[in-house]
T-cell receptor
Framework: DAKTTQPTSMDCAEGRAANLPCNHS???????VYWYRQIHSQGPQYIIH???NNETNEMASLIITEDRKSSTLILPHATLRDTAVYYC???????????FGTGTRLTVIP | DVKVTQSSRYLVKRTGEKVFLECVQD?????MFWYRQDPGLGLRLIYF???????EKGDIPEGYSVSREKKERFSLILESASTNQTSMYLC?????????????FGPGTRLTVT
């Protein structure tokens, strides 16, 4: 599975959009990009995934570059409850092992 | 609502004890996973199971075993607990699909071995 690179930490003002970047330059054609987050003292929570096209759901939007070497998770209006560690994961179709790195610690500031 | 439960949130055991961590999911998922999470290391896969009585080693299986006698239940066993197994243990489940799929996690068990 391709490795990912994320910033260690980021801050975002409450009510603003939080844009979390992820580099995955070695991604292969059949690998998906997944995003999870982990709020303190809880298990990770699935957010969104994509293959080639941009995706949006009730939690977030995922923008994948045309060459698929990087992506951005967008939380459109960050709240204090969005403070968490966000993991970007690249994994093949049907793969059982999702490799969680150390993620980006997002702090939403009042 | 999707649910994965783990038997304990906090557990303290002594070195050499046999430890059982239980995980139950109510989603009829075929796949179940055990991870451990340590500061600076992220989540690491210990074992997973894709069917009853089936198991596969993950990245760090040494010192652990698993049991899956029923579809909804996946147990992690520390045969002889050691202090380096002090960690947060996370269970997850998923349903295999033809494409991408998500894993649903339990709340975690923080195990301390003294």
């Amino acid at each position: 599975d391709a490795k990912t690179t994320q910033p260690t930490s980021m801050d975002c003002a409450e009510g603003r959009a939080a844009n979390l970047p992820c580099n995955h330059s070695t991604i292969s054609g059949n690998e998906y990009v997944y995003w999870y987050r982990q709020i303190h003292s809880q298990g990770p929570q699935y957010i969104i995934h994509g293959l080639k096209n941009n995706e949006t759901n009730e939690m977030a939007s995922l923008i994948i570059t045309e060459d698929r070497k990087s992506s951005t998770l967008i939380l459109p209006h960050a709240t204090l409850r969005d403070t968490a560690v966000y993991y970007c994961i690249v994994s093949g179709s049907g793969a059982n092992n999702l490799f969680f790195g150390t993620g980006t610690r997002l702090t939403v500031i009042p | 609502d999707v649910k994965v439960t783990q038997s304990s949130r906090y557990l303290v055991k002594r070195t050499g004890e046999k430890v059982f961590l239980e995980c139950v999911q109510d989603m009829d998922h075929e796949n179940m996973f055990w991870y451990r999470q340590d500061p600076g290391l992220g989540l690491r896969l210990i074992y997973f199971s894709y069917d009853v009585k089936m198991k596969e080693k993950g990245d760090i299986p040494e010192g652990y075993s698993v049991s899956r006698e029923k579809k909804e239940r996946f147990s992690l066993i520390l045969e002889s607990a050691s202090t380096n197994q002090t960690s947060m243990y996370l269970c997850a489940s998923s349903s295999p699909g033809t494409g991408a799929y998500e894993q649903y996690f339990g709340p975690g068990t923080r195990l301390t071995v003294t």
